[in-house]
């Protein structure tokens, strides 16, 4: 079995300050980690995974998150947070191997503030 | 590439009605996936295709519920009868073998009177 938890539904930053969007999974075996994020009508766009490797993932428009296996954690960061980053952000997780099917978190939305 | 195509974007009809959804995946992905979205239950995976194949069904909620794959351009959702319950917006995504990464589509909304 494989799941994800994301804590929070929603977080509030100031435009400028640090984001931090929460994610804690469940699986059997090796994780492979996901995080997406959804604008308002569409569907969702790839940011970031972990599949091995270097526990600190960098992905797209300088988000990055860090994959802690002894927490089962992979809490998605930012440095400073812009107005444009407010969407639906989306943690996954999915078992390696040959199980394909990805779990996806409910859903964290992140309002940055001007 | 145009990316995932899903049509139609919107789809209002009334329960007991039948509703095709179609996706038309990108070019050399071999899996196709259909997903639904709601308020109360998030993202939901419903039936996995891959090389056309459907691997894994056991999200489809009911017999009422139905996909197909006919070739590696094209794949159908169906809902037959519709009810208010299936009111919700379906995703298609789409990835090739090797790569992790997911392309959805923009989805279809949707409702059920």
């Known amino acids: 079995a494989q799941s994800v938890a994301q804590p929070e539904d929603q977080v509030n930053v100031a435009e400028g300050n640090p984001l931090t969007v929460k994610c804690t999974y469940s699986v059997s075996g090796n994780p492979y980690l996901f995080w997406y994020v959804q604008y308002p009508n569409r569907g969702l766009q790839f940011l970031l995974k972990y599949i091995t490797g270097d526990n600190l993932v960098k992905g797209s428009y300088g988000f990055e998150a860090e994959f802690n296996k002894s927490q089962t954690s992979f809490h998605l960061k930012k440095p400073s947070a812009l107005v444009s980053d407010s969407a639906l952000y989306f943690c996954?997780?999915?078992?390696?191997?040959?199980?394909?099917?990805?779990?996806f978190g409910i859903g964290t939305k992140l309002q940055v503030i001007p | 590439d145009a990316g995932v195509i899903q049509s139609p974007r919107h789809e209002v009809t009334e329960m007991g009605q039948e509703v095709t959804l179609r996706c038309k995946p990108i070019s050399g992905h071999d899996y196709l996936f259909w997903y639904r979205q709601t308020m109360m239950r998030g993202l939901e995976l419903l039936i996995y295709f891959n090389n056309n194949v459907p691997i894994d069904d056991s999200g489809m909620p009911e017999d009422r519920f139905s996909a197909k794959m006919p070739n590696a351009s094209f794949s159908t959702l169906k809902i037959q009868p519709s009810e208010p319950r299936d009111s919700a917006v379906y995703f298609c995504?789409?990835?090739?073998?090797?790569?992790?990464?997911?392309?959805f589509g923009p989805g279809t909304r949707l409702l059920v009177l």
């Open positions: 996954a997780v999915r078992m390696s191997g040959g199980y394909q099917k990805v779990t």
């Open positions: 995504a789409t990835r090739a073998s090797g790569e992790e990464t997911q392309y």
